[in-house]
């Protein structure tokens, strides 16, 4: 079959699929250039980090001391929390924790100015894993922003969010 005669039958041509292929891989690059787009304004004075892209306001510094918690004391630490004049500090969602992570960064993934202190280990997010609810979705800071499932029980760190509008 001539490939006129493969065109006509519907087939994509070959400059068609480069084509693809080319956006398909601009379009990755994008995604692994992580929050270049976000705009962090860093309040040291308060222990405050706003993004002006996504309005989420950032808990700088957490006070983990070194030592991770369970999901439910870090949803308990993140509800009682009042820090720069807020209360309605909460466990941020898979996403939410995803969207501070600059890919270009191999350990600890978050800028030491923005975020210091970022333990290069997993962090909690609120997103419960659906097929088991005694699991919950966690961020691993040390491997670029590698999220995975664990059991609500284990040890990992956290970091608190609120909507700043």
Known sequence: ????????????????????????????????????????????????????????????????????????????????LHLAGFDDWRLPTATELQSIIDHQMYRSPTSPRVFPGTEASGYWSSTVYRANDQYAWRINFYYVGYMNISKKSNHYFVRAVRNAQ
Not at 13 to 36: C, D, E, H, S, Y
């Open 1 to 80: 079959m001539t490939r006129n005669k493969r065109e006509k039958k519907g087939g994509l041509g070959l400059g068609f699929k480069v084509l693809l292929m080319t956006l398909a891989l601009l379009l990755l690059l994008l995604i692994l250039q992580g929050p270049v787009w976000g705009e962090f304004v860093v309040d040291e004075k308060n222990g405050i980090v706003t993004d002006t892209t996504t309005g989420l306001m950032w808990e700088q510094t957490p006070t983990h001391n070194g030592k991770g918690v369970t999901w439910d004391e870090a949803v308990s630490y993140c509800d009682s």
